[in-house]
């Protein structure tokens, strides 16, 4: 199994910037495609960016042009930069990975446990 920790979390002003880790861990395995998500209180789960490993991205309509998604393979991280933080940007961030396991066919999945944001007024 691959597991995933996010890191970078916190309490931020509106108008203020944070950057998410997510670095994953695990024996034989090859990263595939990864996304950041967020779960506010009461509302379903937002898929806010996704990663190819090649690098091609993808941003939710209420994240583009605020958010960053990259990462490092070799490092098997990635992140979120995030600037402009608004009240509304406040919610449990997790990571999300699809790998396949080395010299296999195998594919598997895997989510962090998530970190909180939170952006006050």
């Known amino acids: 199994q691959v597991h995933l920790v996010e890191s970078g979390g916190g309490l931020v002003q509106a108008g203020g910037s944070l950057r998410l880790s997510c670095a994953a861990s695990?024996?034989?395995?090859?990263?595939?495609?990864m996304s950041w998500n967020r779960q506010a209180p009461g509302k379903q789960r937002e898929v806010l960016a996704t990663i190819s490993r090649g690098g091609v991205t993808n941003y939710a309509d209420s994240v583009r042009g605020r958010f960053t998604i990259t990462r490092d393979n070799a490092k098997n991280t990635i992140y979120l930069g995030m600037n402009d933080l608004r009240p509304e940007d406040s919610a449990v961030y997790s990571c999300?990975?699809?790998?396949?396991?080395?010299?296999?066919?195998?594919?598997?999945?895997?989510w962090g446990q998530g970190t909180q944001v939170t952006v006050s007024t």
């Open positions: 999300y990975a699809a790998f396949q396991y080395e010299g296999s066919h195998l594919l598997g999945d895997s």
């Open positions: 695990g024996n034989s395995f090859r990263l595939l495609n």
